[in-house]
Structures are given as C-alpha cells and as structure tokens.
C-alpha cells in the first residue's frame, strides 16, 4: 500500500500547488521560473481577465493566449545546476534571487508565486489505462474522478514523483479518442493516462530553493512539456510531434499527440557539452569556448571553413599563446561527433518510444544549442525528413530578447500557467480513496459488515 | 569543490557575482509591496508634516499668535470699505412702519457685511404685525436694502379691547383709534369673528346689494353670523353655508321687500323653517287692524 498512500500525498500536494496558482490568479500576478543548466529565466505575468475566444468559436489572436501579457522578464548565468539538477543549492538560490530580482523590478510589482520548470531529474514516462463499468449512467464529472482514480499504478520505486498524470484518451465503449467524455451514455468508460516521474530529490531541492526565495510555489512542470507546448504549433500538437529541446546541460523530448504530451524522456547531454568539447579540444577557459561555440559554430565543413581563420585568444600575457589561432574547419571538426551523438541518443529514445509509429513524424528542435549553424540538415539526416527549427510562439509583451528558442520552455509555461491542461489531481478523488481517520475507517467497516 | 566559505572570499576581478544579498532582495520586495509603496509615497510625508504641525503648536504662545494673526487678517478683509454696510433703505413701508423696521432691526451702521445676519434680520422684520413680507438684501453701495409688502387692512374688528385692524386672513394689523378713520372698512365683531375673516368678507361681498343699511357682522357663539342692519334688523344665518342663505333672504328681500317693512330679525338659522320676527310696534299695529277689519276673526 506504500504507492497508494504515496499517490495520496502526491494528490494533496498537487491540489495544494492548483489552490496556490488559482490565488496567484487572483492576486493577478505570476512569475514564471525556468531552471536550466546555463541559465535561469523569470518571466513575470499579469493577468488581465481569462483569454476569450473569439465569437465563432475559433482560437482568436495569439492562439487565444491574450489573457495575460508578460510585463518583466530577466536571465542570469545558472549556477549551481548540471544536468537540470541542483547541485549548489546556495549558488542556485542566489542565481534565482539575481533573476527574480531583476524581473520585479522591471515589472515593478512584487510576486509571490511561481511556476517553475527543470530539465533534468531522469524524466521516465508511464502510459497508465483503466475500466469503469458505468452501468448504463451518464458519465460526469464523478465518474472521470473514478476511471482516473482506478488506472493501476505501476511500482515507479522509491524515490521517485509523478510530476504530470495527464488523462489523454478516453473512450466510451467501443468508441476511442474522446476528448471530453462527459454528459455521454455508454456502459464503459476506459481511459489512457500519461504519467511523467522524475527523481523526487531534484523536485524537492527545487521546492526548497524556491522556499528560501520566499516565494510559494504554485505549479511544477517538466520543461520537456513546457517547451513542447510553445514550440510545437496546434497542428503539429495535433497531429503527433517530438518536441526537442536542446538545452545546456540536457536534452528534453517530448512526444505530443492530440494535443496530450504521451511521452517525455531526457538525454543529459547538451550544448555545455558541446562548450567543453571545445575547451579541452582547443586548450581555451570555457567562456573563450563558449564565445568561440556562440559566434562561429556549426557542423558542416566547407572548403570555406578551411580558410576561415579564429582566433581564440587567452589572456595568460605569454604572445604566442594568447595569439593562437584555428580554423573553423577544426573547430567544426570538434563539434559535429558531440552534436552527432546527442541526436544519435535522441533518436534511441524516440525509437524506444516507438516515435516511428505516429502518423506524423514531424519533429521540431528547440531550445538553445538549436541555433548551432546547420543543426537542421544534420538533424535531418538523423531524426528524419521532417525536421524543423521551433521557435516559442510570441505572447503579449515578450521582449525581444526573450524570443529566441532558447525561452521555449519559458513561453511554454507561461501558457501552462494561463491554462493548464487537466491532470488527474484537478478531479475530486472519489469519497473511497481518501486517506479516512480511525473513526471514519471504523465506520466504514461497521456500515460493510452490517 | 569551490569554497564553502563563500562569504570571506573577496569578489574575483571584473566578474563580480550579481546575485543580491538576501537582505537587499527582502528589502527589495518589501519596497514593492503596494501598501508599504503607498506608504512611503504619502503616508510618510503626511506623518512628518502632521508631527512638525503638532510640534511647532503645542507652545500656547504660538498658538495664541497664530490665532490672532488669523483674526487680525479676516478683519482686515471685513472691514475694506467694500463690505461696509451704511444705511439701511426700506422701500414699500408707510412711515410709521418704517419707523417699526428702524427700532426693530439691531444694528449699528457702519456695520460689515460679514457680520450681517440677514436671515435674522428678515425674520424680525417679518415679525412685526403690518409687515406681510419682506425681503433683505445688500445693495451695491453699502445699502442694507429692505424690501417690505405691508399687511392691507381688510377689516376692523371690534372687540373689548376696541377696536382693531384686520387684514383679509385675519391677521392683526394694527390697532385702531376711531372707527371714523376707516369708514369704508366693514366692521365685523364678537369673540372668534377674527378667525372666520374669510368668510366675512365673502358675506360683505353677497351682502353689497344692502348698501348703506350693512351696519356690520357679529359672530355669535363663535358658531355663527349674524348680519346686523340699521333700524335693529338682523339677518340671523345658520353656522353652514351662510353666505347662500344670505343670498336666498337678499332674494326674498329684493322681491317682497322684506326687509324694508318694520321687521326686527330674518331668521334664516334652519333653512327649511325661515322666520320672521316683527318689531313690537308693528305687531301692535297688526293686531289693531286685525280687530277693524273683523274683529278678531
């Protein structure tokens, strides 16, 4: 019983977080905290009304996104993180303070809840299915509660929580694919539910870095999802899409389906990677690689590259040193076996999760090393035909300096904080499952056995 | 593994670490809490000027000076020659009312006009018996203007006390000295007549066709009225709707000379029963020719 009393406190905890973004709405405001391996972004939103759609039903501008409008936003260089996991709690908090810091004051308001996305934490996912017998009744709101309470959940071990627990199909019957099942008749109701575990240590020194911020937490995303939702269009989300989300210190894929995240996997390998391939490689500190990796990297070499002299620099005063030179065919030389790998890795966990048996096979890459020059036609070769370069789809307010793909994750959450898609603990858990005391378990038993 | 001991090492050169203390970020926060920006913004401003106020008037001394200051310059602006009131002008009054006004109204011209109370003064006015209506105002020129409608006599009421003035309501309006300085007021007495000054005048009016014979009305039992004529007539009418039974004996007079004979009262006080009484003389007189023209039968 050790997973059910453990999915109880999971359920609370995530109803607590729900309560906490519906005050956040109220209040108005929001920030938005994406903790990545090379930079952290916050994001502060306000929220003048629910977006509405347009009167014909239609998604109105900015893919009905108006509701809110992003009124600060400020980056700083992460500390503290590898691999999307927290490792200096102190240096991340205070990376988080710099950034919320500096969002505040350019919003010119105080925020006191935020909605947080990580990377990192071994991300695995889990399709989860169960039955209900309806007995010839309506399906409501009770019953979807029911049919997602009874989805059997596998043993994920210790150690570990489910950060989304997403219904994504439901079927009546013998008919499949309903979006909302409710108000219909049929005599079985079955669902499918995406689960996403991760490691509950980073959850919670997350939990705690934003703690010591004196900011409430009032969501928790993976930032596989996050990015997923702005990168991908609706079509794309529709009709099934991977989301790659090439970070600094790891790769995010997420598969989306009907508009439902159905699978979600990580590779810790990423553009820091690339960094200090570069750095040992060229015998330069990793700011030099990273400058050297941001303005001349790429992955195909052309007779041009040959001649196309860098300098690399240094500042150890030895002349010959910090004069040292090398052309771009090297430095591309350097780069394309880890870019390579990376996607190579990606490739396995798509194949894993049998990626090749969606309809569509579009896949969109995103995130910050995803504007290495001629990442698309490597890709290409790699993942597939189908691949394209994503950028974050624009929302009110956004400053230019946040567009790039590299606030992918962040835009996305900014849409998971305006409309959250239903998880299963935004259901009331039916009456059974709650955690009784000893006098409701004692009258339980006398109202069974008499 | 970098030092643990962060806080003694000094900030390496050029890369200084952004991050702010956690005090600067609390305080940071605190400031952009609304209420605590509100406050900062007036709250604070409002509570320092509110304290030196207070300081610099607890001292009696100052208090003192700042209220004589305050007074010396209101006086100042009372008293310019604009807002000087010099006379008082009353329009519409007789002599002696006027005269009334001037003893009635309490002020010592010149007078400001600040200090011109002239809802009170209007009310004293108004007070006064022969006074209708009166209005007050200040006139360019320093002129308290006074504008009055006099009471019109209507009637004179003769009492115990004398006599006296009534207008067409009712209302005292002076007293009287002879009945020869009104001889064309009609004359109404007895106790409460002063009350029913309505509808005696609307009696004198049905009663014009009398002429000179009306001698007056006395109000009887302060119930009803009794149309007084020369030679003792009387016309006594009931307390309801006498000016129609005044009317109906007008009528029967007009045709049958009724009042012209030697009759001393027309009781008209139960309309279905109206009576005749005639003079003691006459009775005589009928009785006398009764006894030659029959004897009695």
Not at chain 2, 96 to 102: F, M, P
Not at chain 2, 261 to 274: I, K, N, S
Request: net charge neutral; with cysteine; glycine share 10%.
């Amino acid at each position: 019983m050790g997973a059910g009393s453990n999915m109880t406190d999971l359920y609370q905890s995530q109803r607590a977080m729900r309560q906490m973004r519906r005050q956040a709405m109220q209040r108005g405001v929001v920030a938005i905290l994406d903790v990545g391996s090379s930079k952290i972004a916050c994001l502060v939103l306000r929220f003048d009304g629910t977006g509405r759609l347009s009167e014909d039903g239609s998604i109105g501008a900015l893919a009905g996104q108006s509701g809110f409008r992003v009124i600060g936003a400020a980056t700083t260089r992460s500390r503290g993180v590898q691999f999307g996991e927290i490792t200096a709690m102190q240096e991340t908090e205070r990376a988080i303070r710099t950034a919320v810091q500096a969002a505040q004051k350019m919003a010119e308001v105080r925020v006191d809840h935020v909605i947080a996305c990580f990377s990192g934490a071994n991300p695995r996912s889990y399709g989860l299915d169960a039955k209900l017998d309806l007995e010839g009744q309506v399906v409501s709101e009770h019953e979807v509660a029911q049919v997602l309470a009874s989805c059997e959940v596998p043993e994920y071990g210790a150690g570990r929580e489910v950060l989304h627990a997403q219904p994504v199909n439901f079927a009546l019957d013998n008919r499949s694919g309903l979006g909302d099942p409710r108000g219909q008749m049929g005599q079985t109701l079955a669902v499918d539910m995406h689960m996403l575990t991760v490691d509950a240590i980073a959850v919670q020194n997350l939990v705690r870095c934003i703690q010591r911020c004196d900011l409430e937490l009032a969501g928790i995303a993976s930032s596989a999802y996050a990015s997923g939702f702005s990168a991908l269009v609706e079509d794309e989300q529709e009709l099934g899409a991977a989301c790659i989300d090439m970070g600094g210190g790891t790769t995010s894929i997420s598969i989306f389906m009907k508009k439902h995240m159905i699978y979600a996997d990580a590779v810790r390998l990423g553009g820091d990677h690339i960094t200090s391939d570069i750095s040992m490689g060229l015998g330069v500190p990793l700011a030099n690689a990273e400058r050297i990796k941001t303005f001349n990297g790429g992955v195909h070499a052309t007779g041009a590259d040959d001649r196309e002299i860098i300098d690399i620099g240094g500042d150890t005063g030895d002349w010959e040193h910090d004069r040292r030179t090398v052309s771009r065919a090297e430095l591309i030389g350097i780069m394309r076996p880890r870019v390579e790998e990376i996607l190579e890795e990606v490739r396995a966990r798509l194949d894993a999760a049998g990626f090749e048996c969606l309809p569509s096979q579009q896949i969109v890459l995103t995130g910050g090393s995803s504007q290495i020059m001629g990442l698309d036609g490597l890709a290409s070769r790699i993942l597939g035909q189908q691949v394209r370069l994503g950028r974050p789809l624009r929302v009110h307010g956004l400053p230019q300096s946040a567009t790039g793909p590299g606030f992918a994750s962040a835009v996305g959450l900014c849409l998971f904080a305006a409309h959250p898609q239903d998880e299963w603990w935004d259901f009331e858990m039916p009456a059974g499952r709650h955690p009784a005391g000893t006098l409701g378990r004692a009258v339980r038993w006398f109202r069974d056995n008499w | 593994m970098q030092p643990l001991k962060g806080w003694f090492r000094k900030p390496e050169e050029g890369r200084c670490d952004p991050a702010p203390s956690r005090l600067k970020y609390r305080l940071q926060r605190w400031m952009l809490t609304p209420g605590i920006r509100f406050g900062l913004r007036f709250g604070v401003p409002f509570c320092l000027v509110f304290a030196a106020g207070a300081a610099y008037l607890a001292d009696e001394g100052r208090r003192d000076t700042l209220q004589a200051m305050v007074n010396d310059a209101r006086a100042a602006i009372q008293e310019r020659p604009e807002f000087m009131v010099n006379v008082m002008a009353v329009d519409g009054a007789g002599t002696s009312v006027a005269q009334d006004i001037r003893e009635v109204v309490p002020v010592d011209f010149p007078v400001s006009s600040f200090d011109l109370d002239l809802e009170q003064i209007r009310d004293v006015i108004t007070g006064l018996d022969p006074v209708k209506t009166a209005s007050v105002r200040i006139r360019p020129g320093g002129i308290l203007q006074v504008d009055v409608e006099e009471r019109q006599p209507a009637l004179i009421w003769r009492s115990r006390e004398g006599l006296a003035l009534l207008d067409e309501n009712g209302i005292h309006v002076a007293e009287l000295g002879r009945r020869s300085l009104h001889p064309d007021l009609p004359l109404i007495a007895g106790k409460g007549a002063a009350k029913h000054a309505a509808e005696a005048l609307r009696l004198f009016a049905a009663a014009k066709p009398l002429g000179p014979r009306l001698r007056g009305l006395v109000r009887v039992g302060e119930r009803r009225w009794d149309v007084v004529l020369d030679r003792k007539q009387r016309i006594m009418l009931p307390a309801g709707n006498p000016v129609r039974a005044l009317e109906r004996v007008l009528a029967v007079s007009e045709v049958q000379d009724l009042l012209e004979r030697d009759v001393a009262a027309v009781d008209v006080r139960l309309a279905g029963r109206p009576t005749v009484r005639m003079t003691e003389n006459s009775v005589e007189n009928w009785w006398r020719i009764r006894q030659l023209n029959g004897g009695g039968q």
